[in-house]
T-cell receptor
Framework: AQSVTQPDIHITVSEGASLELRCNYSYGATPYLFWYVQSPGQGLQLLLKYFSGDTLVQGIKGFEAEFKRSQSSFNLRKPSVHWSDAAEYFCAVGAIGADGLTFGKGTHLIIQP | DAGVIQSPRHEVTEMGQEVTLRCKPISGHDYLFWYRQTMMRGLELLIYFNNNVPIDDSGMPEDRFSAKMPNASFSTLKIQPSEPRDSAVYFC?????????????FGDGTRLSIL
């Protein structure tokens, strides 16, 4: 069975600084990988996804993520964060032949002025 | 286009009462998922449907939980009788197509509090 680890429960970043959120997965084959964002009281919104091809994927709101097979990682990055990026971020993995997603526990992003 | 619609947004009820959560998926989506989110366990898949048929309910915690999808535009998750440990945010998500690389679209959730 697949699993996802988000090592950082909380991250604090100054507005305008760069951001990297870590995600490590465990799966025997090439997984389907997703990043979602959840604002308080809201559902999860898809930021980006990877399933094949170019290992650097672009998403909405200026986010990007890089799939590194050798490190089993799919880290999320943004060059310059805005106060509105404060939210909970979830990495998720899907497996071939399976329909459900396995989510990490999430990383809570705090933006300092 | 309308997204996934869940109702109610908040539900507070007493232990032992029946609770019914509702979900309207995005039109044209043939997969529907129910998740539960808690601080301790994060997001857990409870059950999902394909073309209104339950495919995998292995995540349903107990017999007190049941889910139905009578048609393509409506699903319910029922808890009877409810217990305080059922307090959580319950999300419904839908997806179009059979390929697992298609994203799931989430509703805003139902925050359930059992007193």
């Amino acid at each position: 069975a697949q699993s996802v680890t988000q090592p950082d429960i909380h991250i604090t970043v100054s507005e305008g600084a760069s951001l990297e959120l870590r995600c490590n997965y465990s799966y025997g084959a090439t997984p389907y990988l997703f990043w979602y964002v959840q604002s308080p009281g809201q559902g999860l919104q898809l930021l980006l996804k990877y399933f094949s091809g170019d290992t650097l994927v672009q998403g909405i709101k200026g986010f990007e993520a890089e799939f590194k097979r050798s490190q089993s990682s799919f880290n999320l990055r943004k060059p310059s964060v805005h106060w509105s990026d404060a939210a909970e971020y979830f990495c998720a993995v899907g497996a071939i032949g399976a329909d459900g997603l396995t989510f990490g526990k999430g990383t809570h992003l705090i933006i300092q002025p | 286009d309308a997204g996934v619609i869940q109702s109610p947004r908040h539900e507070v009820t007493e232990m032992g009462q029946e609770v019914t959560l509702r979900c309207k998926p995005i039109s044209g989506h043939d997969y529907l998922f129910w998740y539960r989110q808690t601080m301790m366990r994060g997001l857990e898949l409870l059950i999902y449907f394909n073309n209104n048929v339950p495919i995998d309910d292995s995540g349903m915690p107990e017999d007190r939980f049941s889910a139905k999808m009578p048609n393509a535009s409506f699903s319910t998750l029922k808890i009877q009788p409810s217990e305080p440990r059922d307090s959580a945010v319950y999300f419904c998500a839908s997806r179009k197509g059979t390929r697992g690389n298609q994203p799931q679209h989430f509703g805003d959730g139902t925050r359930l509090s059992i007193l």
